[in-house]
């Protein structure tokens, strides 16, 4: 089965901090998204990577930075935390292919205070 | 632009009876995809469904189904056989570009015992 973890299930940080959110999958998979989800918005993707070293802006991007130094990690930061960036973070992988469904991981809770 | 609309923000079905949950999209991709996710309490995202835009029947997974018509731009998901282990927020989403998915905001369905 594949297996993505995230650091953190829950993270609590404050306003101005910079915050690191890590990603792993286990099955070599290519692609790797972070989205964050919040009530009514759904999910909404902040950045991809279709290989190391390589990133791609999603549709929020703002206020977000990502790293991929390595296949199997993908790395989510937060430059300056803010309180509108509260939020569930998802991290998913895929591998292309006829239906690139994506799997993800178990989420990480953020809140900014 | 993709656009996904989930116009049910909550669902209630009696357990052991079927539920749609309705979709539509909007692309002018002659090559899409559309896929269904389950998110249960815990948070997990899980891949349900698949429906490719030139498959000619719709797909099914065991107690799921997806009712595809094309003309009319939706991808209804059907539950038969509703268990209280349904409970839980479920996202239509749509494949865009080469691997990307966009999200629409999801229904919340509760099964009654």
């Known amino acids: 089965d594949v297996k993505v973890t995230q650091s953190s299930r829950y993270l609590v940080k404050r306003t101005g901090e910079k915050v690191f959110l890590e990603c792993v999958q286990d099955?070599?998979?290519?692609?790797m998204f972070w989205y964050r989800q919040d009530p009514g918005l759904g999910l909404r993707l902040i950045y991809f990577?279709?290989?190391?070293?390589?990133?791609e802006k999603g549709d929020i991007p703002e206020g977000y930075s990502v790293s991929r130094e390595k296949k199997e990690r993908f790395s989510l930061i937060l430059e300056s935390a803010s309180t509108n960036q509260t939020s569930m973070y998802l991290c998913a992988s895929s591998q292309p292919g006829t239906t690139y469904e994506q799997y993800f991981g178990p989420g990480t809770r953020l809140t900014v205070t | 632009a993709q656009k996904i609309t989930q116009t049910q923000p909550g669902m209630f079905v009696q357990e052991k009876e079927a539920v749609t949950l309705d979709c539509t999209y909007d692309?002018?991709?002659?090559?899409?995809?559309l896929f269904w996710y389950k998110q249960p309490s815990s948070g997990e995202m899980i891949f349900l469904i698949y429906?490719?835009?030139?498959?000619?029947q719709n797909a099914t997974e065991g107690r799921y189904s997806l009712n595809f018509q094309k003309a009319r731009k939706s991808a209804n998901l059907v539950i038969s056989a509703s268990q209280l282990g349904d409970s839980a927020m479920y996202f239509c989403a749509q494949k865009t570009g080469a691997n990307n998915l966009f999200f629409g905001t999801g229904t919340r369905l509760t099964v009654i015992p």
């Open positions: 990577s279709y290989d190391v070293k390589m990133k």
């Open positions: 692309t002018s991709d002659p090559s899409y995809g």
């Open positions: 099955m070599d998979h290519e692609n």
């Open positions: 429906q490719g835009s030139y498959d000619q």
